[in-house]
């Protein structure tokens, strides 16, 4: 079992920059495959990055894709989430996730896969 705690989350302007990091507990961090979703009010929750077990894969949405950088270190188990030029339409709170698989490369961008969450982090996008 696994425990993920978000952070880093905040108000800023667009085109800012932010940096979210997501900490897990537990000794098996490197077994997870670890993915940031996303909810705006009002809206269903989404998916926004994904990285495989070692770091050597990564996915992004398309609404990210080129601005957010997802990547990891194993050693410190956490899970990291750059975001830069963000919009208004970034606004939601940024939840981190945890998929167990013996997949090195699994990248699964779909919610049902993940075992475990955190509670989320606020980000505020100001026009």
């Known amino acids: 079992q696994v425990e993920v705690v978000e952070s880093g989350g905040g108000l800023v302007q667009a085109g800012s920059s932010l940096r979210l990091s997501c900490a897990a507990s537990g000794r098996s961090f490197a077994w997870y495959a670890m993915g940031w979703f996303r909810q705006a009010p009002g809206k269903e929750r989404e998916f926004v990055a994904v990285?495989?077990?070692?770091?050597?894969?990564?996915d992004y949405a398309d609404s990210v894709k080129g601005r957010f950088t997802i990547s990891r270190d194993n050693a410190k188990n956490t899970v990291y989430l750059q975001m830069n030029s963000l919009k208004p339409e970034d606004t939601a709170v940024y939840y981190c996730?945890?998929?167990?698989?013996?997949?090195?490369?699994?990248?699964?961008?779909?919610?049902?896969?993940?075992?475990?969450w955190g509670q989320g982090t606020q980000v505020t996008v100001s026009s």
């Open positions: 990285i495989s077990r070692t770091g050597g894969i990564t």
């Open positions: 996730a945890a998929d167990w698989t013996i997949i090195t490369d699994s990248i699964p961008r779909t919610g049902a896969s993940y075992d475990y």
